[in-house]
T-cell receptor, first 114, second 113 residues
Framework: AQKVTQAQTEISVVEKEDVTLDCVYE???????LFWYKQPPSGELVFLIR??????QNEISGRYSWNFQKSTSSFNFTITASQVVDSAVYFC???????????FGTGTRLQVFP | SQTIHQWPATLVQPVGSPLSLECTVE??????LYWYRQAAGRGLQLLFY??????ISSEVPQNLSASRPQDRQFILSSKKLLLSDSGFYLC????????????FGPGTRLTVT
């Protein structure tokens, strides 16, 4: 069975703090893809990143960074120097190579206070 | 450019009434299309997906149905709405070429009263 777990339901931080959102996944497939999406208050899901199962290199994009570790089946997302505009619900998702179906976690609501 | 539209943005319907939500994609052809539902405070649940005109796969048995009458049009319907159908409905698409990245529309917020 495939599953994505985001154990943190809600996180609150003060602006400029660093924050890490956890994501743990389960799959028996050897080829799969992991994603992070951001859902601001407007509701639309915004694609942030995709990682392939055979590429464990960490990625940095501005204040965002992602740590992919197959050994622990985790794909964590860190926001450095958080800003109020980062306030949103963040979803981690898994897609196996054999299917076109994204499996979403339940999301983590991040609130950044000024 | 490639864009995805959903209509309407918000909808309030009484229990037992019909439903029709529309999703259209511009600037591409033969996309994979998806319907998701997000209940309040919950994650996303895949309802239907389509890999081509007239090809619909259902993920969850319920009183909803989907159709794809044209290449870039995906419609979610119901003959009789239930209270439990309330939620945020999102349409998504994958561009041809199998990039695996799904891009989402702005969503329709449905309230069944």
């Amino acid at each position: 069975a495939q599953k994505v777990t985001q154990a943190q339901t809600e996180i609150s931080v003060v602006e400029k703090e660093d924050v890490t959102l956890d994501c743990v996944y389960e799959t028996r497939d050897t080829t799969y893809y992991l994603f992070w999406y951001k859902q601001p208050p407007s509701g639309e899901l915004v694609f942030l990143i995709r990682r392939n199962s055979f590429d464990e290199q960490n990625e940095i994009s501005g204040r965002y960074s992602w740590n992919f570790q197959k050994s622990t089946s985790s794909f964590n997302f860190t926001i450095t120097a958080s800003q109020v505009v980062d306030s949103a619900v963040y979803f981690c998702a898994l897609l196996s190579y054999n299917t076109d179906k994204l499996i979403f976690g339940t999301g983590t609501r991040l609130q950044v206070f000024p | 450019s490639q864009t995805i539209h959903q209509w309407p943005a918000t909808l309030v319907q009484p229990v037992g009434s019909p439903l029709s939500l529309e999703c259209t994609v511009e600037g591409t052809s033969n996309p994979n299309l998806y319907w998701y539902r997000q209940a309040a405070g919950r994650g996303l649940q895949l309802l239907f997906y389509s890999v081509g005109i007239g090809q619909i796969s259902s993920e969850v048995p319920q009183n909803l149905s989907a159709s794809r009458p044209q290449d870039r049009q995906f419609i979610l319907s119901s003959k009789k709405l239930l209270l439990s159908d309330s939620g945020f409905y999102l349409c998504a698409w994958i561009p041809p070429g199998f990039s695996y990245e799904q891009y989402f529309g702005p969503g329709t917020r449905l309230t069944v009263t």
